[in-house]
C-alpha cells in the first residue's frame, strides 16, 4: 500500500510549525519557524517563515513537497476575504499542484479539541479570536481584529488593563490592588510612572510587551485581589457574548454546543476564573454546553483537516498525533 502524506501548518502571532504526517496520523516530521502574520510582518516574512517551517517538516519527514497529498493550513490574519485572497498569492506557489485547505487559525484549535471541528473555538494569547463552524461547514468569526473590533482576552490587553489598575490604584482613582507592587517588581521599576519610558522611542530595551504582565493578573485573582478578578470577569463577559452571537447565528435550536478553549491565556491561566465566567454565561443560553480545554497543539487540528479532506477519520489518528508530537518535541 502507498503512503500517503498530508500537511498541518499552524502560523500564529509568534511561532509557525507544521507537521507531515502519515496517513495513519504518525508524525514523520516538524518544522518550526517565526511569525506568519502577515499584517504583522508583511508578505516577504510570512511567505519565508512558512517556507522556513514547511521545508524543515518535509526535510525532517524525508519526502519532497510533491508527494504531499492534502495540506491544511492555519493562520493567523486570515480573517477577512482580501486577507484569504492575499494569502493564496504567496501560499499556492509554495505548494504548486497542491489544494490546500486555508483557514484561520482559531479554526484548526476547534478541530484538535473535537471529532468533527464542530463547535465553537475560544482562543486568547498574542490576540484572541472566537470562531465557530456547524455541521454543514458554514463558519462564523466575530472580532478577531484587536482593539478595533472590541477583542478582549488577550495577553496584551489584559496586561493594559493591569497597568491602567495599577495606576489608578495607587493615584486615587480606582481601589487599591498588588498589581500595583506586583507590577513593579515584574519590570524592576522604582516608580509605577516610570513605566512610560518603556514606551520611549530610544528605549534600548525595546517596547514594553504587555502581555508579559497578563500572568500576574491571574495569580492576583487566584490570591484574592478584586481588580484582577474584576479583569478577568470582565473579558469573559466580552469572549462568552462573541460566542452567544455565533451561537445564535450557527447552532440555534441545538441541544448540545461544544466550546473549546484554547491560547496561552485561557490554557494557562493560574485563575479559571476567565473561563468559568464565559462557561456560566454561556449556559444561559445553551444549557447543553460541553466544554474543553485543549489539550493538544492546535497544529494537530490542521493535520486532523487535512485527513478529513482525504477521506481518513479514525479514533486513533488524535492519539497518534499527541504521541508523535510530543516525541518530536523532546
Known amino acids: 500500500m502507498t503512503e500517503r502524506f498530508v500537511l498541518g501548518v499552524d502560523g500564529g502571532g509568534t511561532k509557525t510549525l507544521a507537521l507531515v504526517a502519515d496517513s495513519q496520523g504518525r508524525v514523520l516530521g516538524m518544522g518550526r519557524a517565526g511569525s506568519s502574520n502577515y499584517q504583522d510582518c508583511g508578505r516577504a516574512g510570512a511567505e519565508k517563515q512558512i517556507r522556513r517551517a514547511l521545508d524543515l517538516a518535509c526535510r525532517n519527514a524525508g519526502i519532497a513537497t510533491s508527494q504531499l497529498e492534502a495540506a491544511c493550513l492555519g493562520l493567523s490574519g486570515a480573517d477577512r476575504p482580501r486577507d484569504f485572497e492575499f494569502i493564496r498569492g504567496f ?16 479554526l484548526i484549535a476547534l478541530r484538535a479539541g473535537t471529532e468533527d471541528g464542530v463547535g465553537i473555538a475560544l482562543v486568547a494569547g498574542t490576540g484572541s479570536n472566537v470562531i465557530g463552524r456547524n455541521a454543514e461547514g458554514q463558519t462564523l468569526q466575530v472580532g478577531g481584529l484587536g482593539p478595533l473590533s472590541g477583542d478582549r482576552g ?4 489584559i496586561g493594559q488593563e493591569a497597568v491602567v489598575a ?12 498588588v498589581l500595583t507592587a506586583r507590577i513593579m517588581e515584574k519590570l524592576s521599576l522604582d516608580r509605577l ?7 520611549f522611542f530610544d528605549n534600548l ?11 500576574l493578573v491571574f495569580e492576583a485573582a487566584a490570591s484574592g485581589d478584586v481588580e484582577a478578578q474584576r479583569i478577568l470577569v470582565d473579558s469573559g463577559h466580552s469572549l462568552a457574548g462573541s460566542a452567544a452571537v455565533i451561537a445564535s447565528s450557527l447552532f440555534s435550536g441545538e441541544q448540545t454546543l ?12 493560574a485563575s479559571p476564573l476567565l473561563i468559568e465566567t464565559v462557561v456560566d454565561d454561556l449556559r444561559q443560553v ?3 454546553l460541553k466544554t474543553r480545554i485543549l489539550d493538544l497543539p492546535p497544529v494537530a487540528g490542521a493535520v486532523l483537516f487535512a485527513l478529513d479532506d482525504l477521506g481518513l477519520r479514525d479514533t486513533g489518528l488524535v492519539e497518534a498525533l499527541r504521541a508523535g ?6
Open 325 to 330: 508530537i510530543q516525541e518530536a518535541k523532546n
Open 154 to 157: 488577550s495577553a496584551p490587553q
Open 286 to 288: 445553551c444549557p447543553g
Open 193 to 199: 510612572d516610570d513605566i512610560i519610558e518603556l514606551e
Open 258 to 269: 461544544r466550546l473549546v478553549f484554547g491560547g496561552s491565556v485561557l490554557q494557562k491561566g
Open 91 to 106: 501560499l499556492d506557489p509554495l505548494l504548486p499542484g497542491l489544494s490546500s485547505r486555508l483557514v484561520n487559525d482559531s
Open 205 to 215: 530595551e525595546g517596547r514594553l510587551n504587555l502581555g508579559f504582565l497578563a500572568p
Open 166 to 177: 495599577a495606576i489608578m490604584g495607587q493615584d486615587g482613582r480606582g481601589a487599591a490592588t
